[in-house]
């Protein structure tokens, strides 16, 4: 931004130059050219092309920077949905297989890492407490129906602050109530958990 402010800050005084400086050009020209034929329209065409060669410099600058933020924004959100669905998938291979092996945990350890570089601050801290669940329900190795009910409720928990840290802005502006859906995840999963045990 402080680059996009500079440049735009040195063609600004350029395009003023020119037009101060065509100002008094165009006023000594006048005089000396008064005789030869078209030298005051050639000078107006040269001027004019300086200024709009400039002004489009300077929008062309700040059209270039928003298309590079945009473009770094989704490579980012992108980034932190894979990685937020790595964790989602351990989980889900985890309770299917009803183990818990080294492997699933050196998986869990490196997604930790990974969560690290992307989550906000919300996720981190809900992300804790999952993991606080997780180590007290795996304990033994074994995912019981118990402990997998238990992992599925922290996991809810943890999918609303996921939601609101990928969407979150679109939900505020379509004006949802976000109490609501956090109650319906954490609804749905009470269902799940239901259907699970029968």
Do not use: C
Request: proline share 1%; charged share 25%; glycine share 4%.
């Amino acid at each position: 931004m402080k680059i996009w402010y500079e440049n735009n800050t040195i063609l600004m005084i350029l395009s003023a130059f020119v037009f101060i400086g065509g100002y008094f050009f165009l006023r000594l020209a006048y005089h000396i050219s008064d005789k030869m034929p078209f030298t005051q329209e050639i000078i107006l065409i040269i001027l004019g092309t300086l200024a709009t060669v400039l002004i489009t410099a300077m929008l062309l600058n700040k059209q270039t920077e928003v298309e590079l933020q945009k473009e770094q924004s989704i490579k980012f959100l992108e980034l932190k949905s894979e990685t937020y669905q790595k964790i989602i998938d351990l989980m889900e291979e985890i309770v299917q297989k009803k183990t818990v092996t080294k492997e699933d945990k050196n998986r869990l350890i490196f997604n930790t890492h990974r969560i690290a570089l992307v989550a906000s601050p919300a996720v981190l801290n809900e992300y804790q407490l999952f993991l606080e669940v997780f180590n007290s329900e795996t304990k033994d190795g074994i995912v019981s129906v118990e402990d997998a009910n238990h992992l599925n409720k922290a996991l809810a928990r943890l999918t609303i602050f996921i939601r609101k840290d990928l969407i979150g802005e679109l939900d505020n502006q379509s004006g949802l109530d976000i109490d609501h859906i956090n109650r319906q995840i954490l609804s749905n999963a009470d269902i799940m958990q239901d259907i699970s045990i029968h």
